[in-house]
């Protein structure tokens, strides 16, 4: 993610978004009366996957407006306006199919529906926290960058040629006219 963004920071604010998701899975599982085992485990590993996509369209979206010359704020609005519909149609997707798998019943029923339910309630749960959560995160950590006085960019060709002092060559082309 450091080499999509150019940046460190920003993996974090997407990384931040993970924890989000917890809350729901454990809320999720007190209510249903599920235990913390393998297949919850592994519905949380997917989880994780899920959770940081809509966080990713959310900061990607964000950096593009920004590049285009948008002010940090305008950026975030519109990367929450723009982004909501696919975010909210995967989510829904995703929770629509894991229905019929959570409230199955039958031989080996009672394996997946953990899985089915923190998937459920982590993708509830982090579907609003990460559209509110995720760009004041963004925010804050765009503003200390720019407090810090990273958040500019360096013309490194500029930098280059100023600093570049020609000499003139000997007839050989290789070594500078006051070494002979």
């Known amino acids: 993610m450091v080499s999509l963004y150019d940046s460190f920071v920003y993996p974090f604010v997407v ?6 998701a917890l809350i729901g899975v454990m809320v999720i ?3 249903t009366g599920n235990s913390l085992n393998i297949f919850t485990m592994l519905g949380m590993i997917m989880l994780i996957g899920l959770v940081a996509k809509n966080a990713i369209m959310i900061v990607d ?3 593009m407006r920004k590049e285009a010359g948008a002010n940090t704020h305008d950026a975030l609005i519109q990367a929450n306006h723009a982004r909501l519909r696919p975010i909210l ?3 829904i ?3 629509f199919g894991m229905i019929p798998i959570a409230i199955a019943k039958g031989a080996g029923a009672e394996m997946n529906n953990g899985l089915a339910w923190v998937i459920i309630g982590g993708l509830t749960s982090s579907l609003f926290l990460t559209l509110i959560i995720v760009p004041v995160v963004y925010s804050l950590f765009d503003s200390i960058l720019r407090r810090m006085g990273k958040g ?3 013309d490194y060709d500029a930098e280059m040629k100023a600093e570049y ?3 003139e060559l000997s007839e050989d082309g290789y070594t500078p006219k006051h070494i002979d």
Do not use: C, G, Q
């Open 29 to 31: 599982l007190a209510i």
């Open 152 to 154: 500019e960019k360096v």
């Open 89 to 91: 149609m995967t989510t």
């Open 165 to 167: 002092d020609h000499k």
């Open 15 to 20: 990384l931040f978004s993970i924890p989000l």
């Open 61 to 63: 979206f964000a950096n």
């Open 93 to 95: 997707a995703m929770i």
